[in-house]
């Protein structure tokens, strides 16, 4: 009898510790579980990128779209096929479109030397005459927001295109963001002509977007100036775009200095008399603006000379 009780006793003391065994490696395990599934998460993980799309309103507008590739020539595939009508229709946000015409095809596509060279099957032309040149903005401000991409050049079944067929427009070989975009021109003589790309903000629902428009004017003016006082500046609401500086907003002074932009303003610039924030939109047309007119690597904003906001502008 008590051989039995002793047997039993180390059956269940056996069956304890198993038990305790089973209950130490079980949250061991749970917790290998969930470092893959993070580490899974991160490598799936993708990034958005800029793209140039039509708007409501006719404009080739800036957005962004999600990416999942970081090689620049599969980028530049990615982002054509985003910008062709049936290409990839999920990733268009709502309210923006696509302007490529549909069953166009990439032949081929290489970067070398901060030149991406695209050849496009002749669908490309099959684009109405009032959309060629938008189109063709589209393509280029697109491509060369990616990093490391300072020109495109456009290739038709194996020929640079250097004309639109149906506008008749010329093109450079090689285009690039001083082709510009949204162009508006206000001209009255052939001398001082100024063209300045603005970037004005635009809304759809709730969300706020941002459009380029390259300005061709009279105006010997720094660029810099210009774009303060046309951004301050009564717009013209007609043309559905805005700007947030207050009216009263100035320039005080622009310098460019080791790769960077100084600008200093008067306090009309800031939200109210008693804070010093800028709103993010003020802050975004600035920065856009300048990064479209100046080679420099950062923005850097004060008022009244104290220093407030540095934006990177990569």
């Known amino acids: ?9 180390i059956i269940l003391s056996s069956l304890a510790l198993f038990a305790m065994f089973l209950i130490y490696i079980i949250p061991s395990n749970e917790n290998n579980l969930d470092i893959k599934e993070e580490l899974e998460y991160v490598n799936t993980e993708v990034e958005s990128s800029p793209i140039f799309l039509m708007d409501q309103n006719s404009y080739v507008a800036l957005t962004n779209v999600a990416v999942n590739e970081a090689n620049i020539e599969s980028k530049a595939r990615q982002l054509i096929k985003v910008l062709t009508i049936g290409g990839m229709d999920s990733k268009i946000p709502s309210g923006f479109s696509a302007i490529i015409p549909p069953n166009t095809e990439v032949l081929n596509l290489s970067y070398e030397n901060g030149i991406i060279k695209v050849d496009f099957s002749k669908d490309l032309l099959d684009v109405s005459e009032n959309l060629e040149e938008k189109m063709v903005e589209s ?18 079944e194996g020929d640079i295109l250097t004309k639109l067929p149906k506008s008749k427009i010329n093109l450079p070989s090689t285009l ?17 002509i100024t063209d300045v790309t603005i970037y004005y903000i635009n809304q759809i629902s709730d969300n706020y977007y941002y459009v380029p428009v390259t300005k061709y004017i009279n105006d010997d003016r720094d660029k810099m100036s210009i774009i303060i006082d046309e951004l301050s500046s009564s717009l013209d609401v007609n043309k559905n775009l805005m700007s947030f500086l207050n ?20 306090s009309d610039i800031l939200n109210d008399s008693v804070g010093e924030d800028i709103s993010k939109e003020t802050l975004d047309v600035i920065s856009l603006s300048v990064g479209a007119n100046f080679e420099v690597k950062s923005v850097v904003l004060s008022v009244d000379e104290k220093e407030l906001y540095t934006i990177d502008l990569k």
């Open 176 to 192: 690039n963001k001083t082709f510009g975009i949204n162009k508006e021109f206000d001209l009255t003589s052939t001398k001082d």
């Open 247 to 266: 009216e009263g907003t100035k320039l005080v002074s622009s310098e460019i200095a080791e790769g960077n932009m100084y600008l200093d303003f008067n």
């Open 1 to 9: 009898m008590l051989k039995k009780i002793s047997i039993r006793k």
């Open 139 to 156: 393509i280029v401000y697109t491509l060369t927001s990616i990093d490391k991409v300072d020109g495109v050049i456009i290739y038709v």
